[in-house]
């Protein structure tokens, strides 16, 4: 039985390519995606993808999902489809803005952290960009000046009212 190594090669690269897509959940979904590529003529040949060579090529190129149920690129591979890959979700993404951010985070009640959160956010809201909450912790996402001065003020701020509250509680 002989494999021709650059045909294999040509199918796997392809494989990679179209979850570098980031849009695949299925076998069907990567055989599809394989299938509308050739019509619109960005392959010359219409390699056979059925369900175990998929398998096997998946396994070889050591893809796997991610916790949304996508397939995703090992991210220890050295492949060059990363940034390509970045660039298409960004662009399907509609992708506007980079923040740079410092973090700061507050520990409260279990309970209140989405609370907590929301108000941060109405609080502080030209200088908070997001905020992460759960079991009793809210990430405040700030966003960055030159000396990295806001989270610091906006943690400051907070540290204070704390304190205040632990003072009078105590009294």
Known sequence: MSINISKTEARRRLVEEIIAGGKCKTYEDIVAAHRKAYKAGEHAELFELSQPT??????????????????VLDPNSKSDLRLAALTAMLQDSQAQEVHSISVLSVTCASGYERLLADRMQETYAGD????????????????????????????????????????????
């Open 128 to 171: 908070v960009v997001g905020t992460l909450c759960g079991s009793g912790i809210v990430v405040v996402l700030a966003v960055r000046d030159e000396e990295d001065t806001v989270a610091q003020r906006i943690a400051d701020e907070v540290r204070g009212i704390i304190q205040a509250g632990t003072s009078a509680q105590k009294e």
């Open 54 to 71: 998929v398998s096997r090529d998946l396994k070889k190129l050591n893809i796997k999902k991610n916790l949304d149920g996508y397939y």
